[in-house]
């Protein structure tokens, strides 16, 4: 059964770079056509979709966020990873890995527990 | 920007029956692209509950269902159970190239 785990500093000062791994477990990152993805919850709020990477490294951002996000894929680990430049006080939130199961946009099953990312002096 | 709009919040009685729409536009769910939908109990991950509009995974109770009309979806709750409490999302693709999801609805069983 695939599972996976996101893990990464639970702190994150102002104007620095958030950097989240997700590792898969019970399958391999590369096997099937998988997309693997990044979502976050702001506390209290809603979901956003932040990206999708395909196992190969082509990337799918959000519009919103482009300009700060780079995602990749480490096949040697059966990882990957956010990064999330420039961070602020806006960027605090929930941040899950997901797979976006029949394409980079599509539905997303399973997810990660989630890890807390707090964005602070 | 493209937006999928749910209501903040539903309720019911235990054994009612309760529905949970989610609005969209021309340029997501009235393009015809599919809508899933999530349950999110409090401090867990989202779980898909309905996927393709109208189909379940394996495991979630046939009490729950999937409709798309037009530019709008709805989930359907029968047989309302107090373990539904929950957060449900309702997720769409955008040709703005980006997934949306709704706001969230929260459903309290009174």
């Known amino acids: 059964q695939l599972q996976l785990q996101e893990s990464g500093p639970g702190?994150?000062?102002p104007s620095e770079t958030l950097s989240l791994t997700c590792t898969v477990s019970g399958g391999s990152i590369t096997s099937g056509s998988y997309y693997w993805g990044w979502i976050?919850?702001?506390?209290g709020k809603g979901l956003e979709w932040i990206g999708s990477i395909f196992y190969s490294g082509n990337t799918y951002y959000n519009p919103s966020l482009k300009s700060r996000v780079t995602m990749s894929v480490d096949t040697s680990k059966n990882q990957f990873s956010l990064k999330l430049t420039s961070v602020t006080a806006a960027d605090t939130a929930m941040y899950y890995c997901a797979r976006p199961k029949s394409g980079a946009y599509s539905k997303f099953d399973p997810w990660g527990q989630g890890t807390l990312v707090t964005v602070s002096a | 920007q493209s937006i999928l709009t749910q209501p903040p919040s539903v309720s019911g009685a235990p054994?009612?029956?309760?529905?949970?729409?989610?609005?969209?536009?021309?340029?997501?769910?009235?393009?015809?692209?599919?809508?899933?939908w999530y349950q999110q109990r409090p401090?867990?991950?989202p779980k898909l509950l309905i996927y393709g509009n109208s189909n379940r995974p394996s495991g979630v109770p046939d009490r729950f269902s999937g409709s798309k009309s037009g530019t709008s979806a709805s989930l359907a709750i029968t047989g309302l159970q107090v373990e539904d409490?929950?957060?449900?999302?309702?997720?769409?693709?955008?040709s703005s190239l980006t997934s949306l999801f709704g706001g969230g609805t929260k459903l309290t069983v009174l």
């Open chain 2, 43 to 45: 401090g867990t991950a």
């Open chain 2, 85 to 94: 409490e929950a957060d449900y999302y309702c997720q769409s693709y955008d």
């Open chain 2, 15 to 36: 054994g009612q029956r309760v529905t949970i729409s989610c609005i969209g536009s021309s340029s997501n769910i009235g393009a015809g692209y599919d809508v899933h």
């Open chain 1, 11 to 13: 702190l994150v000062k």
């Open chain 1, 40 to 43: 976050r919850q702001p506390p």
